[in-house]
């Protein structure tokens, strides 16, 4: 089903989590992708992206990832150069980092 609405992040899902999927929904939305869209060019199923923006559970790395950097590019392409010159990914990753092994 293509372009079908993404059910509100649960409640109880604690605040970081919760922080992370509005992060991950907000670039998804500026991009214009739609999940099944976002999906195919992370190399995902659909169900894996609307999973990981769903917020039942925190998403692996490899999928915020992927899908920050597709969302991201898509979105610096639309917006075209910056203009003091910095690098147009400068504050994407700000609040987000790999988890540590273990």
């Given at each position: ?8 992040i ?39 992206v609307?999973?990981a ?14 899908s ?13 150069p ?11 990753w ?9």
């Amino acid at each position: 089903m293509a372009g079908r609405p993404l059910k509100p992040i649960p409640a109880s899902a604690p605040r970081a989590r919760r922080a992370l999927v509005q992060r991950l929904r907000s670039l998804k939305k500026s991009s214009g992708m739609s999940c099944e869209v976002l999906a195919e060019k992370c190399g995902f199923s659909d169900g894996v992206v609307r999973r990981a923006l769903a917020g039942g559970h925190v998403p692996l790395w490899e999928t915020v990832e992927a899908s920050v950097r597709r969302t991201w590019c898509a979105r610096v392409r639309s917006a075209g150069p910056s203009r003091d010159g910095a690098g147009p990914e400068r504050g994407v990753w700000r609040g987000l980092s790999r988890p540590a092994p273990g």
